[in-house]
């Protein structure tokens, strides 16, 4: 009778042992030789109609902003300090100002202008310094003038008013008028 009971163990231990499949490690490789060639025939034409119009309406390309002026005052008779403070530019309701970049030039008789500072001003945030330049050049044979430039990122919400202001140091009188050339570039975003 013992016969019968080894015989059950034997299968039991053989039933439950993984089986592992013979063979080089890490796969076989397979030349398919005789490959048969494929014909597709009777293919649908496909037409689409109701198409969905996309349009990124953040694009700065869209709604690009260019804004810039030039003004001028008369003539000085002392040394001082003067602000030039530029017009207005007035955010569109539904949308949100960025603005980008914002230069200035400031110019008068030559030697006069010993530096100039140029902020920008929005309704919301109220005044920021954009730079300062202490060093001037001859742009014409009788005028000095101070150039400032510079990258930003300035935000301005609907409705919000935005101008730069230039602020000058003049050390003699002048005979030619206080010039200010500025700008700034940016785009409008649209308002959910």
Do not use: W
């Not at 349009?55 to 260019?66: E, S, Y």
């Not at 030039?105 to 202490?134: H, K, N, P, Q, W």
């Not at 044979?141 to 930003?152: D, E, W, Y």
């Amino acid at each position: 009778m013992r016969v019968p009971t080894v015989l059950a163990a034997g299968l039991v231990v053989c039933l439950a042992s993984p089986v592992l499949a013979a063979g080089p490690g890490g796969g076989l490789d397979v030349t398919v030789v005789n490959t048969p060639a494929v014909t597709v025939s009777n293919t649908p034409d496909v037409n689409v109609v109701n198409e969905v119009a996309v349009r990124d309406t953040n694009n700065p390309a869209f709604q690009a902003v260019n804004f810039g002026v030039g003004l001028g005052t008369g003539p000085f008779p002392s040394a001082g300090v003067f602000t030039l403070n530029g017009p207005e530019y007035t955010v569109p309701d539904g949308k949100r100002l960025v603005i980008e970049f914002v230069s200035a030039e400031f110019a008068t008789d030559t030697g006069a202008l010993t530096s100039a500072y140029l902020y920008v001003r929005t309704t919301s945030a109220g005044f920021r310094v954009i730079g300062g330049m202490s060093e001037s050049v001859a742009c014409t044979p009788t005028a000095s003038c101070i150039g400032i430039s510079k990258l930003v990122r300035i935000y301005a919400n609907p409705g919000d008013k935005v101008a730069l202001r230039g602020v000058l140091a003049v050390n003699k009188p002048t005979s030619a008028p206080l010039f200010m050339n500025h700008g700034f570039n940016g785009y409008l975003v649209d308002l959910p």
